[in-house]
């Protein structure tokens, strides 16, 4: 397995702008995790997915902010609009069942918005 | 709510000498800990895990050490070596949740 695969690897954007970025999880895993690199909060926990569904989004920091998993081999962290002060590196990260697994992580986004 | 808190930002330790990072965790319900090591540019790689039924776990230089009355562990690593410098984060999940909360960091730079 090529791994988690996260597209684009970088996105400049203006302000006001859409961004999508994307996730392909490792075959077979059935959690799905989108983190947010920064400073302050090191890899913050943005949503995950358990078998495609959203299981718990309460770091998402708002509603410009939406998540999607239509299917277990893909999934989308949309803004819109965008802000200077979502720059970051965003993290896609996907998990195998059963107890005490380890979470496999993309290469990350790295997001700028000027 | 920082549930998983690593209080030192960086670390600068002598090649072939040990490192102790350091990971602190204030919920409870927690019972499985990882350490994942970033370079930058790259996502984190898994280092080491450890189940709340054990106090140690070995991986050839990598020791974790999990104290769950005082609910903290740490990550020896000995010897250090100029390979070693990177971001190192500890995370935590919870039994049958397969939620993953990952601490700030610790940068680790090993002088050769």
């Known amino acids: 397995d090529a791994g988690v695969i996260q597209s684009p690897r970088h996105e400049v954007t203006e302000m006001g702008q859409e961004v999508t970025l994307r996730c392909k999880p490792i075959s077979g895993h059935n959690s799905l995790f989108w983190y947010r690199q920064t400073m302050m909060r090191g890899l913050e926990l943005l949503i995950y997915?358990?078998?495609?569904?959203?299981?718990?989004d309460s770091g998402m920091p708002e509603d410009r902010f939406s998540a999607k998993m239509p299917n277990a081999s893909f999934s989308t962290l949309k803004i819109q609009p965008s802000e200077p002060r979502d720059s970051a590196v965003y993290f896609c990260?996907?998990?195998?069942?059963?107890?005490?697994?380890?979470?496999?992580f993309g290469q990350g986004t790295r997001l700028t918005v000027v | 709510d920082q549930q998983v808190k690593q209080n030192s930002p960086s670390l600068s330790v002598q090649e072939g000498r040990i490192s102790i990072l350091n990971c602190d965790y204030t919920?409870?319900?927690?019972?499985?800990f990882l350490w994942y090591k970033k370079y930058p540019a790259e996502g984190p790689t898994f280092l080491i895990s450890?189940?709340?039924?054990?106090d140690k776990n070995e991986d050839g230089r990598f020791t974790v050490f999990l104290n769950k009355s005082a609910k903290h562990l740490s990550l020896h690593i000995v010897p250090s070596q100029p390979g070693d410098s990177a971001v190192y984060f500890c995370?935590?999940?919870?039994?049958?949740?397969?939620?993953?909360?990952f601490g700030t960091g610790t940068r680790l730079t090993i002088i050769p």
């Open positions: 995370a935590a999940s919870g039994f049958g949740n397969e939620k993953l909360t």
């Open positions: 450890i189940s709340s039924i054990k």
């Open positions: 997915f358990n078998n495609n569904v959203p299981i718990d």
């Open positions: 919920n409870s319900m927690f019972d499985y």
């Open positions: 990260a996907s998990r195998g069942q059963g107890m005490n697994t380890e979470a496999f």
